[in-house]
């Protein structure tokens, strides 16, 4: 028999016991062993626990009930089992083992108990275009794990939605793959995303160039923590976003993850991790390559701890700056074949902004395109200081090499330049314009003007900037001057040495500097 005959057949005894030989007639699945419970007159029929009879008796099943089977899945990838994972949501069963089978699923699975719900050990797979979302996490602390999520590459399909309402909503070792749109969107406190592998995910026409395209996308809560997934194929990776407007979020992190874009020809503004709006950002240990546009994207974000990442054939591999940010940490991460290594700007878009107490030190950026570092503000009525660049290694790759400058300051205040290593700039060394109170020391610069020996300076002071204090700084090689002061008042040059430069310190067009104890050597 099936549920339907089941529903048709009076019980006489209490405490009968009948076999269900299926849950859909002929199937073979579902099937087991029920009882009357003469004692119920109230509960309802919930297709899975509880069955009530045209007379209005109740049988119910015993033993363990976490096999979707039970509900009538049929597990055979064409069939839609939706309603029956739904069937048993709505059942109340807050546990359900998918015994490592495949389910079609044609419309959204909506976890919405307040008890906290598992789900695992199962492979969803979208049958058509109406599966937006596959699932949407609800009311509870609700817990995903070894699940795969097919979108089969159809059109409006995505992953998984945390809704608000979903606290500590938990996802590990899923496997997310093809989904047109994002794999998880949406965002609540205390979201632990682990342990998860996503592929090919945000990539369909339908995700146009909406936040969707990201592979996961989580915003407007804080303690949400993204670590050791590995996302492949990806159009934009992972966007922690909190409006520019809004309420600050906080303490969420993004450590430890492996992701890897469609390549420089993809999409021209996708991102590794783009995030706004946030406070102690933790970014640590990520290895991020082959996105057009940046590798790190902090915008409108304080105190971001940027650590130990490699980010490898971005665009920027760090950038931070447009609006108004501070305390940013940029420490100890690898940066390979990038445009630029690190960027803090603040441009004339954006008006009346403040960047300060920035630390950017003991990178290494190894063939930058444009600039290792570019530290830049044009925007007349916004202001950039106390940057502290220290202890970075830029190289340009010898005479192929066509970064610009290995570092450029440009209308900064009150910064430091302070024992960093480069070499091989296609023009200056270090660039400094529109610059006030800069401290440049201990730097070591070689070969640097690779475009035409002898043009382009180790140190560049433009006549716009005052008050620049170059101490003990060597340079080696290429250099028309080691240092060129083209203007300016209040600096000082000092304890310069240099070799294989076209000639040593030049200020005969800055006004009144003090100099000293440069010499050739």
């Given amino acids: 028999s099936d549920v339907i005959s089941l529903r048709n057949m009076e019980p006489t005894i209490p405490g009968q016991q009948v076999y269900l030989s299926s849950y859909g007639y002929g199937t073979g699945k579902g099937g087991g062993i029920l009882w009357f419970d003469d004692t119920d007159t109230t509960s309802s029929d919930n297709g899975v626990s509880v069955f009530v009879t045209a007379g209005g008796k109740r049988y119910k099943r015993r033993g363990d009930l976490s096999d979707p ?8 990838v064409v069939t839609d089992d939706s309603q029956a994972f739904n069937r048993m949501i709505s059942a109340s069963i807050y546990y359900i083992n998918g015994r490592g089978r495949t389910y079609g699923i044609n419309s959204t699975i909506l976890v919405n108990q307040a008890t906290p719900c598992l789900i695992e050990n199962l492979h969803w797979s979208a049958l058509s275009t109406s599966v937006c979302p596959t699932c949407r996490s609800q009311n509870g602390r609700h817990t995903f794990k070894s699940i795969r999520f097919n979108g089969n590459g159809l059109a409006n399909t995505l992953g998984l939605i945390i809704e608000s309402t979903a606290t ?52 407007e809560f804080s303690r949400m923590s993204v670590i050791n997934n590995t996302l492949e194929a990806c159009n934009w990776g992972v ?9 600050r979020q906080y303490y969420n992190k993004v450590c430890y993850n492996v992701m890897r874009g469609n390549g420089l020809g993809a999409g021209s503004d996708a991102q590794g991790i783009s995030a706004s709006n946030q406070a102690f950002l933790e970014e640590v240990g990520n290895h991020i390559y082959d996105f057009k546009n940046n590798g790190i994207d902090n915008q409108k974000c304080d105190a971001s701890v940027i650590h130990n990442n490699s980010i490898v054939n971005c665009s920027d591999a760090v950038f931070i700056g447009d609006r108004s940010c501070r305390r940013h940490s940029i420490i100890g991460n690898l940066m390979i074949d990038c445009n630029r290594g690190v960027r803090c700007q603040n441009d004339t878009n954006f008006k009346g902004m403040v960047i300060q107490d ?6 290494i950026i190894e063939n930058p395109g444009t600039v290792g570092i570019d530290v830049t503000n044009t925007s007349l009525t916004s202001s950039m200081t106390r940057v502290k660049l220290a202890n970075n290694e830029i190289r340009g790759y010898g005479s192929t090499s066509t970064a610009l400058h290995s570092i450029r300051m440009i209308g900064v ?29 201990d730097n070591h610069c070689q070969d640097v003007s690779r475009i035409a020996t002898g043009s382009y300076q180790g140190i560049c002071v433009e006549s716009d900037s005052n008050r620049c204090v170059i101490r003990s700084n060597t340079v080696f090689g290429g250099a028309g001057y080691a240092v060129l002061l083209a203007g300016g008042s209040g600096h000082t040059v000092a304890g310069t040495r240099c070799r294989s430069t076209t000639s040593g310190v030049s200020t005969s067009s800055a006004t009144s500097p003090v100099v000293s104890d440069n010499l050739a050597f």
């Fill in 69 to 76: 089977f039970l509900a009538g899945a049929l597990g055979d």
């Fill in 168 to 219: 500590g909503t938990r996802v590990e070792g899923y496997n997310f793959t093809y989904h047109s749109r994002s794999a998880i969107s949406g965002g609540a406190s205390d979201v632990f995303i682990h342990n998860n592998k996503f592929t090919d995910n945000g990539n369909g026409a339908d995700a146009a160039t909406g936040n969707l395209r990201c592979t996961i996308i989580l915003g």
């Fill in 239 to 247: 966007y922690i976003r909190s409006d520019v407007n809004g309420v």
């Fill in 358 to 363: 920035v630390i950017i030190s003991n990178n």
């Fill in 413 to 441: 205040t009150n910064s430091q330049i302070i024992g960093n290593t480069m070499s091989n700039s296609y023009q200056h060394g270090v660039y400094i314009k529109a610059s006030d109170i800069i401290q440049v020391s």
